[in-house]
T-cell receptor, first 116, second 115 residues
Framework: GENVEQHPSTLSVQEGDSAVIKCTYS??????FPWYKQELGKRPQLIID?????GEKKDQRIAVTLNKTAKHFSLHITETQPEDSAVYFC???????????????FGQGTILTVHP | NAGVTQTPKFQVLKTGQSMTLQCAQD?????MSWYRQDPGMGLRLIHY???????DQGEVPNGYNVSRSTTEDFPLRLLSAAPSQTSVYFC??????????????FGPGTRLTVL
Protein backbone atom coordinates (compact mmCIF):
# COMPACT_ATOMS: atom_id res chain seq x y z
CA GLY A 1 0.00 0.00 0.00
CA GLU A 2 0.87 3.67 -0.15
CA ASN A 3 3.25 5.17 2.40
CA VAL A 4 3.56 8.93 2.91
CA GLU A 5 6.41 10.44 4.88
CA GLN A 6 6.20 14.08 5.99
CA HIS A 7 8.98 16.36 7.26
CA PRO A 8 9.61 18.21 9.44
CA SER A 9 7.37 17.19 12.32
CA THR A 10 7.64 20.68 13.83
CA LEU A 11 8.51 24.00 12.19
CA SER A 12 8.94 27.33 13.88
CA VAL A 13 9.27 30.56 11.86
CA GLN A 14 9.08 34.29 12.39
CA GLU A 15 6.15 36.21 10.99
CA GLY A 16 6.88 37.18 7.39
CA ASP A 17 9.26 34.28 6.77
CA SER A 18 8.53 31.42 4.39
CA ALA A 19 7.70 27.88 5.50
CA VAL A 20 8.27 24.71 3.51
CA ILE A 21 6.89 21.27 4.34
CA LYS A 22 7.95 18.23 2.34
CA CYS A 23 6.32 14.86 1.69
CA THR A 24 7.41 11.75 -0.13
CA TYR A 25 5.15 8.94 -1.34
CA SER A 26 5.80 5.37 -2.39
CA UNK A 27 3.05 4.44 -4.87
CA UNK A 28 3.87 5.65 -8.39
CA UNK A 29 0.15 5.29 -9.27
CA UNK A 30 -0.83 8.08 -6.87
CA UNK A 31 -2.36 10.96 -8.79
CA UNK A 32 -3.98 13.29 -6.28
CA PHE A 33 -2.11 15.19 -3.55
CA PRO A 34 -4.10 17.37 -1.15
CA TRP A 35 -2.85 19.44 1.76
CA TYR A 36 -4.99 19.94 4.84
CA LYS A 37 -4.74 22.47 7.66
CA GLN A 38 -6.02 21.57 11.10
CA GLU A 39 -6.32 24.16 13.82
CA LEU A 40 -6.36 23.05 17.44
CA GLY A 41 -9.57 21.17 18.25
CA LYS A 42 -10.96 21.65 14.75
CA ARG A 43 -11.50 19.48 11.71
CA PRO A 44 -8.97 19.20 8.87
CA GLN A 45 -9.72 21.58 6.00
CA LEU A 46 -8.33 21.49 2.49
CA ILE A 47 -6.05 24.39 1.66
CA ILE A 48 -4.70 23.32 -1.71
CA ASP A 49 -4.41 20.23 -3.86
CA UNK A 50 -2.52 19.17 -6.96
CA UNK A 51 -3.00 16.43 -9.52
CA UNK A 52 -0.29 14.40 -11.19
CA UNK A 53 -0.64 16.16 -14.53
CA UNK A 54 0.47 19.47 -12.96
CA GLY A 55 3.89 20.39 -11.58
CA GLU A 56 2.97 23.44 -9.54
CA LYS A 57 -0.11 25.22 -8.26
CA LYS A 58 -0.46 28.54 -6.43
CA ASP A 59 -3.20 30.15 -4.42
CA GLN A 60 -2.20 33.53 -3.01
CA ARG A 61 0.47 32.87 -0.35
CA ILE A 62 0.30 29.09 -0.71
CA ALA A 63 1.92 26.96 -3.39
CA VAL A 64 2.43 23.26 -3.91
CA THR A 65 5.02 21.61 -6.14
CA LEU A 66 5.05 18.02 -7.35
CA ASN A 67 8.00 15.98 -8.63
CA LYS A 68 6.58 12.70 -9.94
CA THR A 69 9.97 11.29 -10.85
CA ALA A 70 11.28 11.69 -7.33
CA LYS A 71 7.84 11.00 -5.80
CA HIS A 72 7.80 14.02 -3.59
CA PHE A 73 5.67 17.10 -3.19
CA SER A 74 6.02 20.20 -1.07
CA LEU A 75 3.90 22.94 0.47
CA HIS A 76 5.27 26.48 0.42
CA ILE A 77 3.77 29.25 2.52
CA THR A 78 5.14 32.75 1.94
CA GLU A 79 4.80 35.83 4.18
CA THR A 80 3.66 33.69 7.08
CA GLN A 81 1.22 35.14 9.61
CA PRO A 82 0.39 34.03 13.16
CA GLU A 83 -2.97 32.69 11.91
CA ASP A 84 -1.03 30.21 9.75
CA SER A 85 -0.08 28.41 12.98
CA ALA A 86 -1.69 24.95 12.80
CA VAL A 87 -0.98 21.32 11.96
CA TYR A 88 -0.54 20.66 8.26
CA PHE A 89 -1.08 17.25 6.68
CA CYS A 90 -0.14 16.06 3.25
CA UNK A 91 -1.89 13.11 1.64
CA UNK A 92 -1.75 10.98 -1.48
CA UNK A 93 -4.38 9.03 -3.37
CA UNK A 94 -4.59 6.95 -6.56
CA UNK A 95 -8.32 7.33 -7.14
CA UNK A 96 -9.75 7.35 -10.63
CA UNK A 97 -13.26 8.39 -9.62
CA UNK A 98 -16.46 6.41 -9.99
CA UNK A 99 -16.27 3.14 -8.07
CA UNK A 100 -12.46 3.32 -8.13
CA UNK A 101 -12.14 4.92 -4.73
CA UNK A 102 -8.74 6.40 -4.04
CA UNK A 103 -7.87 5.85 -0.43
CA UNK A 104 -6.23 8.91 1.03
CA UNK A 105 -3.01 8.09 2.88
CA PHE A 106 -1.92 10.90 5.18
CA GLY A 107 1.48 11.99 6.36
CA GLN A 108 2.17 12.27 10.06
CA GLY A 109 1.63 16.02 10.18
CA THR A 110 3.75 19.15 10.73
CA ILE A 111 3.11 21.52 13.61
CA LEU A 112 3.77 25.00 12.23
CA THR A 113 4.23 27.84 14.70
CA VAL A 114 4.52 31.40 13.42
CA HIS A 115 5.93 33.80 16.00
CA PRO A 116 4.79 37.46 15.84
CA ASN B 1 -26.10 23.00 3.89
CA ALA B 2 -25.01 21.51 7.20
CA GLY B 3 -22.15 19.71 5.43
CA VAL B 4 -20.85 16.69 7.36
CA THR B 5 -22.24 16.24 10.85
CA GLN B 6 -21.16 13.82 13.56
CA THR B 7 -22.65 12.80 16.89
CA PRO B 8 -21.75 12.63 19.67
CA LYS B 9 -18.93 15.16 20.08
CA PHE B 10 -17.55 13.42 23.15
CA GLN B 11 -18.02 9.90 24.50
CA VAL B 12 -16.58 7.88 27.37
CA LEU B 13 -16.96 4.10 27.28
CA LYS B 14 -15.90 1.26 29.50
CA THR B 15 -13.90 -1.61 28.05
CA GLY B 16 -16.23 -4.09 26.36
CA GLN B 17 -19.08 -1.68 25.72
CA SER B 18 -20.40 -1.14 22.22
CA MET B 19 -21.60 2.03 20.59
CA THR B 20 -22.32 3.68 17.26
CA LEU B 21 -20.79 6.91 16.04
CA GLN B 22 -23.17 8.72 13.72
CA CYS B 23 -22.20 10.53 10.53
CA ALA B 24 -24.43 12.27 8.02
CA GLN B 25 -23.88 14.51 5.01
CA ASP B 26 -26.31 16.57 2.96
CA UNK B 27 -24.12 17.20 -0.10
CA UNK B 28 -25.20 14.07 -2.01
CA UNK B 29 -21.61 12.79 -2.01
CA UNK B 30 -20.99 9.22 -3.15
CA UNK B 31 -17.85 8.69 -1.12
CA MET B 32 -17.82 8.54 2.67
CA SER B 33 -14.98 7.54 4.98
CA TRP B 34 -14.09 7.09 8.62
CA TYR B 35 -10.68 8.05 9.99
CA ARG B 36 -9.10 7.93 13.39
CA GLN B 37 -6.54 10.50 14.47
CA ASP B 38 -3.92 9.67 17.05
CA PRO B 39 -1.03 11.92 18.14
CA GLY B 40 1.94 11.77 15.77
CA MET B 41 0.21 9.37 13.38
CA GLY B 42 -1.87 11.57 11.12
CA LEU B 43 -5.26 10.29 10.04
CA ARG B 44 -5.71 6.61 9.32
CA LEU B 45 -8.54 5.19 7.25
CA ILE B 46 -10.83 2.74 9.07
CA HIS B 47 -13.60 1.99 6.53
CA TYR B 48 -14.97 3.67 3.46
CA UNK B 49 -17.94 3.52 1.12
CA UNK B 50 -18.28 4.39 -2.57
CA UNK B 51 -22.07 4.44 -2.46
CA UNK B 52 -25.14 3.08 -0.71
CA UNK B 53 -24.74 -0.62 -0.04
CA UNK B 54 -20.99 -0.66 -0.83
CA UNK B 55 -18.37 -0.60 1.91
CA ASP B 56 -14.77 -1.73 2.23
CA GLN B 57 -11.94 -1.85 4.72
CA GLY B 58 -9.27 0.76 5.12
CA GLU B 59 -5.93 0.62 6.90
CA VAL B 60 -7.14 -0.09 10.46
CA PRO B 61 -10.56 -1.85 10.29
CA ASN B 62 -10.28 -4.30 13.19
CA GLY B 63 -12.86 -3.76 15.92
CA TYR B 64 -15.11 -1.59 13.75
CA ASN B 65 -18.11 -2.23 11.52
CA VAL B 66 -19.87 0.04 9.04
CA SER B 67 -22.94 -0.01 6.84
CA ARG B 68 -24.32 2.38 4.24
CA SER B 69 -28.04 1.98 3.70
CA THR B 70 -28.54 5.53 2.39
CA THR B 71 -26.38 8.07 0.58
CA GLU B 72 -26.60 10.44 3.55
CA ASP B 73 -25.65 8.24 6.51
CA PHE B 74 -22.53 6.24 7.34
CA PRO B 75 -22.49 5.02 10.96
CA LEU B 76 -19.41 3.47 12.57
CA ARG B 77 -19.95 0.73 15.14
CA LEU B 78 -17.50 -0.23 17.84
CA LEU B 79 -18.25 -3.84 18.65
CA SER B 80 -16.43 -4.23 21.98
CA ALA B 81 -14.53 -1.11 22.96
CA ALA B 82 -10.87 -1.39 23.95
CA PRO B 83 -8.52 1.28 25.41
CA SER B 84 -6.56 1.16 22.10
CA GLN B 85 -9.63 2.67 20.43
CA THR B 86 -9.29 5.87 22.42
CA SER B 87 -8.91 8.44 19.65
CA VAL B 88 -10.55 11.25 17.73
CA TYR B 89 -12.78 9.95 14.95
CA PHE B 90 -13.50 11.92 11.81
CA CYS B 91 -16.05 11.17 9.16
CA UNK B 92 -15.49 12.61 5.69
CA UNK B 93 -17.33 12.74 2.39
CA UNK B 94 -16.42 13.65 -1.16
CA UNK B 95 -17.80 13.54 -4.66
CA UNK B 96 -16.12 12.24 -7.75
CA UNK B 97 -16.50 12.14 -11.47
CA UNK B 98 -15.14 9.55 -13.82
CA UNK B 99 -11.38 9.90 -13.84
CA UNK B 100 -10.99 12.28 -10.92
CA UNK B 101 -11.18 12.44 -7.16
CA UNK B 102 -12.00 15.58 -5.27
CA UNK B 103 -11.77 17.27 -1.90
CA UNK B 104 -12.82 15.34 1.18
CA UNK B 105 -14.98 17.36 3.58
CA PHE B 106 -14.53 16.42 7.21
CA GLY B 107 -17.03 16.40 10.03
CA PRO B 108 -16.25 18.07 13.38
CA GLY B 109 -15.02 14.84 14.97
CA THR B 110 -15.92 12.64 17.92
CA ARG B 111 -13.49 12.40 20.82
CA LEU B 112 -13.76 8.89 22.27
CA THR B 113 -12.18 7.71 25.50
CA VAL B 114 -12.26 4.03 26.47
CA LEU B 115 -11.50 3.31 30.12
Amino acid sequence: GENVEQHPSTLSVQEGDSAVIKCTYSDSASNYFPWYKQELGKRPQLIIDIRSNVGEKKDQRIAVTLNKTAKHFSLHITETQPEDSAVYFCAASNGAGGTSYGKLTFGQGTILTVHP
Amino acid sequence: NAGVTQTPKFQVLKTGQSMTLQCAQDMNHEYMSWYRQDPGMGLRLIHYSVGAGITDQGEVPNGYNVSRSTTEDFPLRLLSAAPSQTSVYFCASSYSTSGSQYEQFFGPGTRLTVL
